[in-house]
């Protein structure tokens, strides 16, 4: 009787496992989790953008994806970008432009689990493809479990080429990011994420500045939701005026809501 019950809480645990592999506890970090082979998924992205260095600043990006899991290794993705942007001009008067940003291919593949092994490795890479630029984004993710706990940290290379008539123009972005996410009850997750961004053109180093702030994740039985403040908390290269910011570059305030439902 005790080796049924212990075969049966082992096909439950394997099957909760498998249903909630591909949960997102982060919004900006990435885990090395993929989606089994077949498995489809919708996710929905949006990042609010608030706070320039002059007049009023807000921006909202948007991306829909679709995911499918090719292997119990290899997970391939779709993106559609688009975003909406309002700002002040010099008469104090709003402006709001709509533009569509592309669309992007995504590629990951799981070399080690953070649950069955002693550290997860995934590797990723991202190609964004649009009128006006080209862009070329891979990642290294690892992460643990450590009993309830999950560590995650990412390394992201990210070249970007725009496209012109004359003579093309192309900067470098890197970024290490590092995040910790807690059971705070039963399918709700609460933790950190924070990020070191920089951008380099030809010249060396042009932008660089630090984000970090609280996440909170929740997942369903066929979906899944995850919500990421992320203000920035110093700029070290290309401030604004007297301010510790880099609100040039980048904004005072992000803010990255994603949802996601199994197909």
Known sequence: MNFKKTLLLFFILSFASQLFANDRKFTYLYQSTVM??????????TTTRVGKYTGYFARIDNRLEFEL????????????????????????????????RGISSEWKYQFTSPLSDALGFALYTELGLNTDEVELES????????????????????????????????????????????????NIHVGFEMR???????????????????????????????????????????????SKLNLNEYEKIQARFMFAFNL
């Open 36 to 45: 089994g082979k077949g498995e489809r998924e919708i996710e929905i992205w």
């Open 69 to 100: 899991g090719v292997t119990k290794k290899l997970q391939t993705a779709f993106y559609i970008n688009f975003s909406n942007t309002t700002v002040s001009d010099e008469s104090g008067a709003n402006k709001t432009e709509f533009k569509f």
């Open 196 to 242: 070191q961004h920089n951008v380099f053109t030809s010249a060396g180093l042009e932008h660089s500045a630090f984000f970090g702030g609280p996440v909170i994740s929740y997942s369903g039985d066929e979906w899944w939701a995850t919500l990421t403040l992320m203000p920035q908390i110093a700029g070290f290269k290309g401030k604004s005026g007297g």
């Open 139 to 186: 990642k290294l993710i690892l992460d643990k479990k450590i009993n309830k706990t999950t560590l995650a940290l990412n390394i992201t290379f990210e070249p970007e080429w725009k496209l012109s008539s004359g003579k093309s123009e192309t900067e470098t972005k890197l970024e290490g990011s590092f995040g910790l996410s807690y059971p705070l009850a039963q």
